[in-house]
């Protein structure tokens, strides 16, 4: 699933550029190709049966070499996402754990015991609170990262995006968080964020103000954790806002200039619009990254205190890895569900951007 | 209930079985030392950074009398290495053939297959001199699959010069050390106990103390919500409250060890393997008499603190099952038993250790014997690790979000009986 998205989103991506500079130019005859390319691709999906088989042999027949070409990817693609998502989907519909999946250990060979039980498992996490309240706060955390992300990215590629002195040194300072490892500064963060040693209480204390417990009250938790995702997640997003940016020709900001336009409607008639193809796309993926930001939340606080910053792929991750034995059949239902929610987030998402006149 | 019928009858079967074994497993010893082994065994040491290097050596020694084994030591961090086990022993490839077990992890990869039982094996070599309670370990569903290695259990470090500046005694219970703080308080203006907010492990001191336990194994009966861990969450919640202690919800293991180190706090629940640690601290590092541990203090109830230490286990795929358990047998050896003491000051497990005139004179063996005969025994089911995380959310939940004690120690239970499910406890 990960990979397919991030294909289809580097396409768009790739035909965003162009579209939004065409539509920079003539709004209107970006709007009626983005419209009428969305319309064909979706009808040549639903041709008629006995049209398709023949259209597949003359094609076979013609382009022989481009399906042998194709064929290895496909291959691999299928083994490495195809078949462990048919393995998860039906692990999810039985009671498979640790204990009674097939295991050969040695000599022992152990017989799998586990039986089909249909639905049970999504009655079970459908029909428990646990379930709605991780969800609640996945979404609270992905809406405040992405949001967070966004603006700040955008505000500081806007600045970067200048003729300032020292512009590389501060591109290069900003990247710095994505080149280190997530793990390692989720580590360094956590030692910012000791209540008793930590650096940030010891300015604090400087100034007189009383310790903050960063990482043991619900709140504060939330904070830090939605606080190390944006730092993590910002050069991204520098980096996609700036190539934006510089896609927007230079003749228009004159040319505004010219009429009398001050920064604020440069910035809203010209900036947004150019970069909005790339920001929807960025935001689409930065969703889905944050959505199933695993590192950042069990490293930092485990998903405590209590289970105030559990997001729903570390319960799941909790559900196989950390209990035994490990459940695989209700962690699977739960990586299904997950799933499930991410492509309807993405088709509803995609659906509301054609309808702004977006290209995919 | 605690230290009732079910765990002395297991005991007591564990103790007729290790010695019914004795007598097929003995007298290899000499035969298998002449150069019956041979190949490679891995060895997954899970020692803290002080421990590994000592580990390591010792693990390698292991060739100088068989020098047709190739010893391959590799360290694996503890909070990593149960993972490591299940993924490598699931997936049948990678994993070590003899491993540095937790206590509580034996029953857990014995019920599922992954350890080779090793009763009636060379592996096993004078079983009635290991303790009691460290063999309880090893047992599962009447077999044995693992050597004790090392012993521990929880104790009360203590700061002497504070306690003394204080005037105050050494307290044998909950109830006097919160009477003690408020002098402590006032006299040295420091606070009289790090309390291991963060950690599960820590909250059973508290729980045997009121005399409960988190479940009956025997009677198929979640126990936690019964009544004393209601009382142990309360317990430790007043202690935070009245301010005779300080806690954190995460890192308590450096802040605590450095709290006490410094002088911070005049007391700590601690086990052996931070001794070293806290000898290097600046209230100790001139003074190491300075330093005293004591047994846990007591709740109303009772006095308890649990079992801890390390088994080693062989995985029953190992493609060197008799080299594996020669492993074993020597890893578990009195022999090395005596060395890590007298290296690392860890306790051993086989009474004969505990004769020899290093280990008896050892001050830290001398704190810590008494409190290891007396450690309570964890419930050796399969179960036993994932009882810990629930226990970790409700700690939380009490001593930072405000929830009821009750209401806690009852939401314990209820994920207890979820994780039990298959076991039909009540």
């Known amino acids: 699933m990960a990979v397919e998205t991030t294909r289809r989103a580097a396409t768009a991506d790739a035909g965003g550029g162009d579209s939004g500079a065409a539509r920079a130019g003539g709004r209107g005859t970006g709007n009626e190709t983005g419209r009428t390319g969305g319309s064909e691709s979706a009808s040549s999906g639903t041709g008629g049966r006995g049209g398709a088989v023949a259209g597949l042999r003359r094609a076979a027949q013609v382009h022989w070499y481009a399906w042998a070409m194709v064929a290895p990817v496909v291959a691999v693609i299928a083994t490495i996402v195809g078949y462990p998502l048919l393995r998860g989907v039906w692990l999810s519909l039985t009671d498979a754990d640790e204990a009674n999946v097939e295991r050969v250990i040695g000599v022992n060979h152990l017989p799998a015991t586990y039986r089909f039980t249909g639905l049970d498992n999504y009655e079970a996490i459908l029909g428990d609170s646990v379930f709605w309240d991780r969800l609640g706060w996945t979404v609270v955390w992905t809406v405040g990262c992405v949001g967070v992300t966004f603006l700040l990215g955008l505000t500081l590629a806007v600045m970067l995006n200048r003729q300032v002195r020292g512009r590389s040194f501060y591109r290069i300072g900003m990247i710095v968080p994505w080149g280190i490892p997530a793990f390692v500064s989720v580590f360094a963060w956590k030692m910012l964020f000791n209540e008793k040693n930590g650096l940030l209480n010891k300015v604090l204390d400087g100034g007189g103000i009383e ?7 619900p709140v504060w938790a939330k904070v830090a954790v939605i606080a190390v995702n944006v730092w993590l997640g910002v050069p991204f997003m520098i980096v996609a806002m700036l190539g934006a940016l ?11 200039e010219m009429d009398g336009a001050g920064p604020w409607q440069r910035f809203r008639n010209i900036t947004l619009p150019g970069v909005r193809s790339v920001s929807s796309t960025v935001v689409l993926l930065s969703t889905i990254w944050t959505f199933n930001m695993f590192p950042v939340i069990y490293l930092l606080t485990r998903g405590g205190p209590e289970d105030s910053t559990e997001i729903l792929v570390t319960y799941a991750f909790r559900l196989s890895f950390i209990n035994s034995p490990r459940d695989y059949a209700t962690s699977a239902a739960w990586g299904v569900l997950i799933l499930v929610l991410l492509s309807l987030f993405t088709v509803v998402y995609r659906r509301t951007l054609r309808r702004q006149g977006e290209v995919w | 209930m605690r230290r009732g019928n079910g765990f002395m009858l297991s005991a007591a079967v564990a103790v007729l079985a290790l010695t019914a074994t004795a007598c097929g497993g003995d007298g290899g010893d000499s035969s298998a030392a002449k150069g019956g082994v041979s190949g490679t065994v891995t060895y997954w040491d899970t020692s803290n ?8 050596k010792i693990a390698e020694d292991f060739e100088k009398r068989h ?3 190739d010893v391959k030591y590799v360290h694996v961090n503890f909070g990593d290495a149960n993972q490591k086990f299940k993924n490598a022993a699931g997936g049948n490839s990678g994993a070590p053939d003899v491993m540095r077990t937790e206590v509580a992890w034996v029953a857990d990869f014995a019920n599922l297959g992954y350890l080779a039982p090793l009763d009636g094996t060379p592996a096993i070599d004078k079983p009635s001199d290991y303790i009691k309670n460290a063999a309880g370990s090893t047992r599962f569903k009447g077999r044995t699959y693992a050597l004790p290695q090392v012993t ?12 003394k500046e204080a005037g105050v005694e050494v307290p044998k219970s909950f109830d006097e050390l919160k009477k003690s703080a408020k002098k402590i308080k006032s006299r040295t203006g420091k606070t009289a106990l790090y309390l291991r907010g963060d950690d599960p492990y820590w909250f059973l001191p508290y729980l045997y103390g009121e005399g409960g336990d988190l479940v009956d194994p025997t009677a198929k009966k979640v126990t936690v919500d019964d009544g004393p861990g209601a009382k142990a969450f309360a317990r430790m919640k007043d202690l935070v409250d009245s301010k005779a202690a300080v806690t954190d919800s995460s890192d308590g293991q450096e802040n605590g060890l450095k709290a006490f180190q410094d002088g911070d706090v005049a007391m700590i629940v601690d086990g052996p393997w931070d001794i070293a640690g806290a000898l290097q601290g600046k209230e100790f590092k001139d003074d190491k008499d300075n330093l005293g541990v004591a047994p846990v203090p007591a709740g109303s109830k009772d006095r308890g603190s649990p079992q801890g230490g390390w088994n080693l286990s062989v995985y029953a795929g190992s493609k060197n099952l008799r080299t594996a358990q020669e492993f074993a047998k020597y890893m578990s050896s009195a022999e090395v038993q005596q ?38 025994q964890r419930p050796w089911i399969a179960e036993g690790n994932s009882l810990f995380e629930p226990v970790r959310g409700q700690m939380d939940a009490v001593l930072t979000g405000g929830r009821s004690p009750k209401e806690a120690a009852g939401k314990v239970g209820d994920e207890f009986r979820k994780l039990l499910k298959d076991e039909n406890y009540k």
């Open chain 2, 49 to 56: 950074d002080a421990e590994k290097g000592t580990y390591k």
């Open chain 2, 339 to 376: 060395r890590t003491t007298e290296e690392l000051s860890l306790l051993p497990t086989r009474r004969s250790v505990y004769d020899e005139p290093s280990v008896a004179k050892n001050a830290m063996v001398e704190f810590f014997k008494p409190a290891v005969d007396n450690a309570v």
């Open chain 2, 67 to 69: 020098p047709k084994v």
């Open chain 1, 246 to 256: 510089q896609g927007i020709p230079g003749e228009l900001y004159e040319a505004a």
């Open chain 1, 211 to 217: 310790a903050v417990p960063w990482l043991g009250d």
């Open chain 2, 152 to 163: 521990d259990t929880l104790g009360l470090f203590y700061n002497k010069k504070m306690l």
